[in-house]
Structures are given as structure tokens and as C-alpha cells.
């Protein structure tokens, strides 16, 4: 749980939530996978729920092929 609580910091420092917001809010694309969908495989992984991050994770990713289609 440790670890998963460490590498959840170092994403939201390596995020730019600020570059995140913008860019979603200018319907640009977004960085997803990296940040909230690896953290969302390894939580599941630990058996951890997470459906608060699952649903923004879902959000994101429908963003983002909106988008870049797909």
C-alpha cells in the first residue's frame, strides 16, 4: 500500500494538473494512460477499489478519442 501511495505522489507532481485542465478544457488531447491508468491497473492489481479514479480515468479516455478519435 506504500507503494502505491508513493507512486501516486510522484504522478500528481509529474502531472501538471494545470497543463491537464487546460488542455481538456481547449478540447485538446490529454495525457491519460500514463498518470491515471496506470495508477487505476495497479490499484486493481492490490486488489485496492478505486471508483473515483476509475471514473475520471473513463472520463478521460472518452476526452481523449472524442479528440484524437478512435
Do not use: K, W
Amino acid at each position: 500500500m506504500t507503494e502505491l501511495l508513493l507512486y501516486a505522489r510522484a504522478c500528481h507532481r509529474a502531472l501538471g494538473t494545470e497543463d491537464l485542465y487546460r488542455n481538456a478544457a481547449a478540447g485538446r488531447p490529454t495525457e491519460v494512460e500514463h498518470p491515471f491508468g496506470d495508477l487505476a491497473a495497479r490499484a486493481r492489481e492490490l486488489s485496492v477499489a478505486t471508483p473515483l479514479l476509475d471514473l475520471a480515468t473513463l472520463r478521460l479516455r472518452i476526452h481523449q478519442r472524442s479528440v484524437v478519435g478512435g
